[in-house]
Nanobody
Framework: VQLQASGGGLVQAGGSLRLSCAAS????????MGWFRQAPGKEREFVAR????????YYTDSVKGRFTISGDNAKNTVYLQMNSLKPEDTAVYYC??????????????WGQGTQVTVSS
């Protein structure tokens, strides 16, 4: 199983980026996929997830109203649209997936990470 993340980059505060994560090797149609991030010197933290069954989404408070997670089941791909970016959003963003269940309490697969840098 592989999770291939892409779409990171350098953007000014207030700008937007769209991350993509393409999964291969198995389907996650009955479980959850999402994103975590890790800033320098900090622990990895949850950002957002989507449950394919029912399309339920969940966000950490600091990104609500600015980030939107979505998915294309046919492509086994999840996206993270990030708007109104702030310098504190700067981090390496990791795609994550659970083998079973509708949450990411237990992550079974990780992507390689993509750097997002927001300049002030």
């Amino acid at each position: 199983v592989q999770l291939q993340a892409s779409g990171g980059g350098l953007v000014q505060a207030g700008g937007s980026l769209r991350l993509s994560c393409a999964a291969s090797g198995r389907s996650f149609s009955s479980s959850a996929m999402g994103w975590f991030r890790q800033a320098p010197g900090k622990e990895r933290e949850f950002v957002a997830r989507i449950t394919w069954s029912g399309g339920r989404t969940y966000y950490t408070d600091s990104v609500k109203g600015r980030f939107t997670i979505s998915g294309d089941n046919a492509k086994n791909t999840v996206y993270l649209q990030m708007n109104s970016l702030k310098p504190e959003d700067t981090a390496v963003y990791y795609c994550a997936a659970a083998a079973y269940g509708g949450t990411l309490i237990k992550v079974d697969y990780w992507g390689q990470g993509t750097q997002v840098t927001v300049s002030s």
